[in-house]
Every structure is written in structure tokens, then in C-alpha cells.
T-cell receptor, first 110, second 115 residues
Framework: QKEVEQDPGPLSVPEGAIVSLNCTYS??????FMWYRQYSRKGPELLMY????GNKEDGRFTAQVDKSSKYISLFIRDSQPSDSATYLC??????????FGAGTRLAVHP | DGGITQSPKYLFRKEGQNVTLSCEQN?????MYWYRQDPGQGLRLIYY???????QKGDIAEGYSVSREKKESFPLTVTSAQKNPTAFYLC??????????????FGNGTRLTVT
């Protein structure tokens, strides 16, 4: 079993939809949780960063961490075609050893 | 603009040849990393370096080598010993190698194809 599980998709939604992306993990020591967005043929860019449990909101994006269930989510409101990308979750218990999910490919069509 | 520059963007090599991928950063970050990305798999850590002249193996270091002679530069050599070298290679850096949770900044990758 992988330490971090992420559904690869692809996920296809109409413009304006609310998108929910999720990862589950097995290591209870993870405390730092990140979401990266990766456009085709580009490097990942940091989208959201959260510590421990709770919610964090940034514009149309909300990151949610539920440590009791070992489950993290990224919500995208009012999705746009420019949100079409692969979304990678990543997490760490410290010491810069980030563990990445496989990524979920999202397509938002007009 | 500060950032990480990887070159070249695309690289083609014949089997049996060593090849070196370049990574330069002007973010003044202490730590640098090399990851490999394959379809359907998460990023896998090849090597990382927390300070100049020091580096550690990651999860899949076999068939790769690195050097860190300058803070700004962390080249990766893919040797002929690497059994499946065709992949997308990503270089990253982080500001703080000590606390263990600094976000990574990535370059735009090098796509290596070995035939």
C-alpha cells in the first residue's frame, strides 16, 4: 500500500462547477500538507499549504485536512478552463521528506 | 526574476551514454532536490543536498549521480547503469533545509528520452 493515495482521474467538469480533489494517507506522523498544481510540460507550483488539521481558504481554493480520517481535500469553486491541470497532493512529517500523491488530472471545459 | 532554471527542456540520448541535466537557482535557497516523474506515479526523490559539498541519496538513487560545488547549482548525471532512464526530471529547491517543512520550488523540468 502506498503512503499517499490519490485518484489519477481524469476528472472532467463544466466551467463553473465545484471541484473536489482528495488524497488519503497512512502515516499518522504527517503534519504538513500541500497542494501543487502542474500544467502540462511544466514544473509543479505550490497552491496551498496547511499545517495539522483544519481549513484554509485562498480565493477560489479551499484546502481541508482531517487528520482523524487521514484525508485531505482541495476544493475549487467556480472552476475555470485555466484550472485544467494535474493537481498533486504532498505531505510531510518533517525533515523535508515530502511524499507526493500520483496526481489527479482535471479538465474544465467551457 | 528569481527561480529555478533547468536545461535543456528536451534531451535525447542513445542507450549506454551518460547524460547530465543542469539545474541552477537564484533564490539563495540552501536545499536542492532532484525528482523523477513517471506517468501514474508520484514524484520520486533521487538525490537531495542541504548544503554545498554535501548530498544524500533519495529513494531511487541507483544509476544517478550528483554534485553540489556551488550553492546555485545541482547537476544530475544519469548514468548507463540506470535501467529505465526515460522520464521527466524535476529539480527543486527550498529555503530551509533544517525545519523540514519548507515548500519546494520547482523548475520546469527536463524530458529525457533514451533509445
Amino acid at each position: 500500500q502506498k503512503e499517499v493515495e490519490q485518484d489519477p482521474g481524469p476528472l472532467s467538469v463544466p466551467e463553473g462547477a465545484i471541484v473536489s480533489l482528495n488524497c488519503t494517507y497512512s502515516n499518522s506522523a504527517f503534519q504538513y500538507f500541500m497542494w501543487y498544481r502542474q500544467y502540462s510540460r511544466k514544473g509543479p507550483e505550490l497552491l496551498m499549504y496547511t499545517y495539522s488539521s483544519g481549513n484554509k481558504e485562498d480565493g477560489r481554493f479551499t484546502a481541508q485536512v482531517d487528520k482523524s480520517s487521514k484525508y485531505i481535500s482541495l476544493f475549487i469553486r467556480d472552476s475555470q478552463p485555466s484550472d485544467s491541470a494535474t493537481y498533486l497532493c504532498a505531505m510531510s512529517g518533517g525533515y523535508n521528506k515530502l511524499i507526493f500523491g500520483a496526481g489527479t488530472r482535471l479538465a474544465v471545459h467551457p | 526574476d528569481g527561480g529555478i532554471t533547468q536545461s535543456p527542456k528536451y534531451l535525447f540520448r542513445k542507450e549506454g551514454q551518460n547524460v547530465t541535466l543542469s539545474c541552477e537557482q537564484n533564490l539563495n535557497h540552501d536545499a536542492m532536490y532532484w525528482y523523477r516523474q513517471d506517468p501514474g506515479q508520484g514524484l520520486r526523490l533521487i538525490y537531495y543536498s542541504q548544503i554545498v559539498n554535501d548530498f544524500q541519496k533519495g529513494d531511487i538513487a541507483e544509476g544517478y549521480s550528483v554534485s553540489r560545488e556551488k550553492k546555485e547549482s545541482f547537476p544530475l548525471t544519469v548514468t548507463s547503469a540506470q535501467k529505465n532512464p526515460t522520464a521527466f526530471y524535476l529539480c527543486a529547491s527550498s529555503i530551509d533545509s533544517g525545519t523540514g517543512h519548507s515548500p519546494l520550488h520547482f523548475g520546469n523540468g527536463t524530458r529525457l528520452t533514451v533509445t
